[in-house]
């Protein structure tokens, strides 16, 4: 018999409150691998021995979460493609010994929004510019998209971000500022909504967004997965738009650290419906 189980798991401050280790751990069961996630709470001073402690364990590898996703770089040994332009990682697969360091955020989502419509040739309006429009706006840029908008109240971080992604992807990358009610530009295929408004306890918040633009030809994305159905969701439903909401991003994004690890293809549907039960009841 083999009492040695595979270890994985999380590293970051403000740890209880990732739901992650639960969508995981539900996704081993149902594959019945004696596999476990482990959900650990790291403040940035532990960081570099909390790496040494995975490879030294022999763990198969770390998702990094806030506020590790940067400050993880120095002890890795090398990045994925997305991962170095996002300049920021959320996965490390650990592989003989060396660290490599994936971003899945942005792949989490590109695999959501390929449910209902392919990127390739689309024009994009993604609001904000944090470290989720980052991932986000990278990868999709990488997929094809023909051009990515970036709308945000900062300037600076919004146009660095549009510039990044006119430097280093082959889409156009435009900066709008966002100052009072923003306009959909007539032509927008898809409009991701990657900041935090809406998100749970402040669920009835509403994006400064002209409701006017919000035509029925559009997909309307939101990467908050809690509540699954933002007044964004609603709203664009009530227009006719094709949604999307953030349980589907979270979801793949185990997915595909399980996939790293593991080399396994894990049930989405037994990770959804855990998803679904913690934020729904």
Request: hydrophobic fraction near 45%.
């Amino acid at each position: 018999m083999d009492f040695l189980s595979r270890l994985t798991g999380s590293f970051s401050t403000g740890a209880a409150g990732n739901p992650t280790v639960a969508v995981i751990e539900a996704a081993y069961r149902h594959l019945g691998i004696d596999a476990r996630y482990v959900n650990c709470e790291v403040p940035p001073e532990a960081l570099a021995d909390a790496v040494r402690g995975a490879r030294a364990m022999g763990w198969l590898g770390f998702n990094c979460s806030i506020p590790h996703k940067v400050a993880v770089i120095e002890h890795l040994d090398s990045l994925g493609e997305s991962a170095r332009i996002i300049g920021a990682v959320n996965c490390v697969v650990i592989r003989d010994g060396r660290l490599v360091g994936e971003n899945t955020d942005g792949q989490g989502f590109l695999i959501s929004l390929r449910t209902v419509v392919e990127v390739a040739g689309r024009s994009v309006v993604v609001l904000g510019a944090g470290g989720a429009a980052r991932a986000i706006a990278v990868e999709l840029a990488l997929a094809g998209a023909r051009g990515v908008t970036i709308v945000n109240r900062g300037r600076g971080r919004g146009e660095a971000l549009a510039a990044l992604i006119d430097a280093r992807t082959p889409a156009r990358g435009e900066f709008a500022p966002w100052d009072g009610e923003y306009r959909l530009p007539e032509g927008t295929d898809v409009l991701v909504n990657a900041t935090s408004v809406g998100l749970f306890p402040d669920v009835d918040a509403r994006l400064p967004l002209d409701g006017d633009s919000l035509s029925p030809r559009l997909v309307v994305a939101d990467v908050i997965p809690n509540p699954p159905t933002t007044v964004l969701l609603r709203d664009a439903r009530a227009r006719g738009c094709t949604t999307l909401d953030g349980l589907g991003m979270l979801v793949n994004q185990g997915v595909i650290s399980i996939r790293h690890w593991l080399g396994v293809e894990p049930d989405t549907a037994v990770m959804r419906h855990t998803l679904e039960q913690i934020f729904t009841g």
